[in-house]
């Protein structure tokens, strides 16, 4: 059992967790969640990651200081490291991977909060070891959060429109029509809890295309111009595996049983605009 909770609570417990209080993690939750982070390491397309759980030092703070809205993380008492090897698939795979990280940490009691940059140079890479074969996509803080966000996090989070999500009707479809949630069936669950995913800046980057007449379940990209220049790192791609970890999660969670494999359907119409990245084939 990966959770003590259900992945569809644990889902929308979490958020994104800014300032941390100064109280320590207790030595069980750290044992707890290093056991998780070594023994999960492959993604759904078979790439490789590293992740390990470090007590924050004043240096591993002071490597946030050179990203403007991420250096405004406040207090955290340790944070989760993680690289990926380099692959056509990595940057989904991390997503992926790195997300159920975050689930575990917060059915832990825990707070994080996914940033996203170049660590390349950081104190983070000189932790983790970085290899010439790996990238480093993000990082996370964990801690307990304070009790109450004081007004620098209020305005991120607005700004941010961190608490808003788009409706079904942009982001699920069958053929180039919304797809509604009875239409989804059984599925509906795993399709809620995508879209109640975090993403770079709450882009929400994520299309899902349903067959009409099989639980065949398509997913896209669709860019935000200028992005990965801005970010220096393709977030996108993190974005739909966090994206993929959720739907696969509470399916399963759900006695939904399916795979994940690549295969571009080329369906034309409203995937002219989007980017194929992978499709969920289940099974009932």
Known sequence: MLFNKSVTDIIRQRKSIRSYTSTPIEEEKNEAL????????????????????????????NSLKGLTTYGMIKNPMGFIIGVVEKSPHNFEDFGYLMEKNILKATDLGLGTCWLGGTFGSSRFAQKI???????????????????????????IRNSAGADNRKPWSLLFFKDDEPLSSEEAGSYATPLEMVRLAPSANN????????????????????????????????????????????????????????????????????????????TWIGSN
């Open 34 to 61: 290093t056991r998780f982070l070594s023994a999960n390491t492959t993604g759904p397309f078979g790439t490789k990651s590293r992740f390990i759980f470090i007590t924050a030092s004043a240096q591993d703070k």
């Open 129 to 155: 070891g970085l290899r010439n074969n790996e990238v480093m996509p993000a990082v996370t803080p964990v801690g307990y959060s304070v009790a109450k966000i004081n007004i620098v996090d209020s305005v």
């Open 203 to 278: 882009f929400q980057p994520w299309r899902i295309i349903k067959e009409t007449k099989t639980n065949t379940f398509h997913f896209y990209i669709k860019r935000v111009p200028g992005l990965t220049f801005f970010m220096k790192s393709d977030l996108q791609r993190v974005d739909i595996g966090i994206a993929m970890c959720h739907f696969a999660l509470s399916a399963e969670e759900n006695g939904i049983k399916g795979v994940w494999k690549i295969n571009d359907p080329r369906l034309g119409g409203m995937t002219k605009k989007l980017d194929y990245t992978a």
